[in-house]
């Protein structure tokens, strides 16, 4: 049997969004087929998208890419162009983007919601913007795309360092945005054995209580920094995180290569969504 997560780790580079509460989603197979020809309406109306080629859009459902039973199922969407001369057909995968939820734990208020909070996209975001544009449309959803904090980047890389695998002298990256003073580079990038960074996580899980845990990591990463570099990246805001099985950047870019770091990312994402929608909700309980 396939492994439903493999439409994910067996790819490369994922653009995350937000997505909110979608409404008159359905996942029979006549709306499918309806959802698919209005995306593929909205392509074609774009010339700068549809010059030259002939334009699919396909919509499959995908029970299985779900954490839980109580998740809605899964969907896929895929556009691909189809190139024809006198010898051959020729058909191209340009957008391809997948919406799941993974056992978020948030209340429903209407049965008639469907709720899959993330969207993985890849492919060309000209394409991309115009099919988060029709979703929008057609569901009366946002579809925001994430950008990650320091503390969000942090969350990920312990949550991941929990379920990685990787030998202790494979490598750890982290990626620094460099003062605008240093002129001849906007990034910087320090690497440290896995089994450093591990040793330091465990010895602060070990000795503080879990909502330290963060801070006490990062503070002797810094100490450690210091003294093999001597660098001071207090002031340097953390722009991405890189281990041998798994990249987050802070623009919302993500790369995960097994299940279990595809858990640990989503797990992460779930805190911070909900995060988000309970101070949401707050703010409107206080209107």
């Known amino acids: 049997m396939v492994d439903p997560l493999a439409v994910i780790y067996n790819e490369g580079y994922w653009r995350v969004c937000n997505v909110s509460p979608m409404y008159r989603c359905h996942f029979s197979e006549i709306n499918i087929k309806r959802y698919s020809s209005k995306i593929r309406q909205d392509l074609a109306s774009d010339a700068g998208i549809s010059s030259?080629?002939?334009l699919q859009v396909s919509i499959e459902n995908l029970p299985l890419l779900k954490y839980s039973h109580e998740d809605p199922n899964g969907l896929q969407i895929t556009v691909t162009t189809c190139h024809k001369n006198r010898f051959q057909t020729t058909n191209k995968e340009?957008?391809?983007?997948?919406?799941?939820?993974?056992?978020?734990?948030?209340?429903?208020?209407?049965?008639f919601i469907t709720f899959l909070p993330y969207m993985l996209e890849r492919g060309e975001k000209r394409v991309g913007e115009t099919v988060k544009n029709s979703l929008q449309l057609m569901f009366d959803c946002n579809i925001t795309p994430f950008c990650f904090t320091q503390v969000d980047?942090?969350?990920?890389?312990?949550?991941?360092?929990?379920?990685?695998?990787?030998?202790?002298t494979d490598s750890l990256s982290l990626g620094y945005k460099l003062s605008p003073q240093v002129n001849f580079s906007d990034k910087g990038t320090l690497t440290f054995d896995i089994g450093d960074i591990r040793t330091i996580w465990n010895r602060v899980k070990e000795y503080y209580?879990?909502?330290?845990?963060?801070?006490y990591a990062y503070n002797h990463?810094?100490?450690?920094?210091n003294h093999a570099f001597q660098l001071d990246v207090t002031v340097l805001p953390l722009r991405e995180i890189a281990l041998p099985k798994a990249e987050v950047k802070s623009t919302g870019v993500v790369k995960m290569k097994t299940p279990e770091i595809i858990n640990a990312v989503f797990t992460v994402l779930n805190k911070i969504y909900v995060v988000d929608w309970l101070q949401h909700e707050l703010l409107l309980n206080n209107l």
């Open 52 to 54: 030259g080629s002939l």
């Open 221 to 225: 990463i810094k100490t450690q920094i």
């Open 153 to 168: 980047l942090l969350r990920f890389l312990f949550e991941i360092l929990e379920n990685d695998t990787s030998k202790s």
């Open 209 to 215: 209580d879990k909502h330290e845990q963060l801070f």
């Open 94 to 111: 340009v957008y391809v983007a997948i919406l799941l939820g993974w056992g978020h734990g948030l209340p429903l208020s209407n049965q």
